[in-house]
């Protein structure tokens, strides 16, 4: 079985879950073509994932030809579906939505698209989200509709030795945007420092995905809060490299922080539980799939900065609550979210799909 994966860039979220299917699905299996539209070719897809880049029709129909690709998942831009079928693509699309920011936005984008979805592709595929499925059993009552959990490799991606660290770490992984909300970021790490000594915010982000207006707000909102000396400001960080970052983290006795308003599953947070990085995030939806509250991690509401600061206080000062949880998110994680499941579910999902429509 050939599979082609299209998406704009590969970057972010997206290119964290083509690594990690890429090795789900070529252990059951299934060749795994990543097409983009614009980007790098040298982009590091684990297990010899095949990258094309382009953005023109006629080399589009050509390649898949040349590869004789059986079905193609198109994640979050519907009007690739309608550029494929006109091209002259009759196999199996599949139309894949991760999430679109917050979850207004991603009922506005699935209207928007409806038309589009509803004719050229044969399903619909998305993460065991609530929010995402009231909106696709809304939208498309009458489309075939597959939801499962992305997966991660614990066994490649977990805690690494590190040296310990003299300060306390809260982190944040994300873009600087609205739905990231990295102010509520900045102010929950302002108060904490106020209430604990010696703690340090790390914050890993692209400084190229955003724009220039963004970088100046963020640097008045530091300088506003006097989080000078007390930030590191981490770019471009290798995703290879992540897992040594959130290790120290938990070692420093501190926490990953994520501040998102909507979450389609939330990588950032899954890995960090992989190396036994304590988690504190918002309730946004995907994340919940796999943070259940002192349990394997710790929720708070959007805009509850108090609340949000006196669980991550929890957090660094109770070691036995915490290492309970951390415990217990690596148990989760590696029974609900392994390669082995997305693999199993994915093969499933084909297998319904060929049956259906012959």
């Known amino acids: ?30 060749e795994c073509h990543f097409l983009y539209f614009n980007g790098r070719k040298d982009i590091d897809i684990s297990n010899n994932g095949r990258i094309y880049i382009t953005n023109k029709d006629n080399e589009i129909i050509q390649l898949i030809q040349e ?3 059986q079905a193609i998942i198109v994640c979050t831009y519907f009007e690739i579906l309608k550029r494929l079928r006109k091209a002259g693509y009759a196999g199996k699309i599949i139309y894949e939505i991760q999430g679109i920011g917050h979850q207004q936005l991603t009922g506005q984008w699935l209207e928007k698209g409806k038309p589009v979805i509803a004719k050229y592709a044969d399903a ?6 609530e929010y995402l499925d009231k909106l696709m059993k809304k939208h498309f009552p009458n489309k075939k509709l597959f939801s499962f959990h992305n997966s ?11 040296p310990k660290y003299n ?8 873009r600087l945007d609205y739905n990231k909300n990295w102010q509520e970021f900045l102010l929950i790490g302002a108060a904490l420092s106020k209430r604990i000594q010696n703690v340090e915010l790390w914050m890993f982000y692209d400084p190229a995905a955003c724009s220039k207006e963004a970088l100046k707000n963020f640097t008045r909102w530091i300088n506003k809060l006097k989080l000078n000396d007390s930030i590191v400001l981490n ?56 943070v259940i509250h002192n349990v394997t991690g710790k929720l708070y509401d959007q ?52 049956t259906i429509n012959g």
Not at 2 to 23: D, H
Not at 124 to 129: E, G, K, Q, R, V
Request: hydrophobic share 40%; with cysteine.
């Open 124 to 129: 619909i595929l998305y993460p065991s989200t």
């Open 167 to 174: 300060k306390t770490i809260v982190g944040w992984v994300g």
């Open 303 to 354: 805009g509850d900065i108090n609340n949000a600061v006196s669980e991550a206080k929890d957090l660094i000062l109770n070691n036995n609550r915490k290492n309970e949880m951390i415990t217990k998110a690596v148990h989760f994680i590696e029974t609900f979210f392994s390669p082995d499941l997305y693999g199993k579910q994915f093969l499933h999902m084909l297998g319904q799909l060929f």
């Open 1 to 30: 079985m050939k599979v082609l994966f299209v998406f704009t860039v590969p970057a972010g979220g997206m290119l964290t879950l083509n690594i990690e299917r890429n090795i789900a699905l070529t252990r059951k299996g299934i």
């Open 67 to 69: 590869l004789q690709i």
């Open 152 to 162: 991660i490799d614990s066994n490649l991606f977990h805690y690494k030795e590190v």
């Open 235 to 290: 770019e471009n960080t290798p995703r290879d490299k992540m897992p040594y970052f959130y290790s120290r983290i938990s070692k420093s006795n501190g926490l990953l922080c994520s501040t998102s308003r909507q979450e389609g599953f939330g990588y950032a947070v899954i890995e960090a539980m992989c190396c036994q990085c304590p988690v504190l995030t918002t309730r946004s939806g995907g994340v919940e799939s796999f």
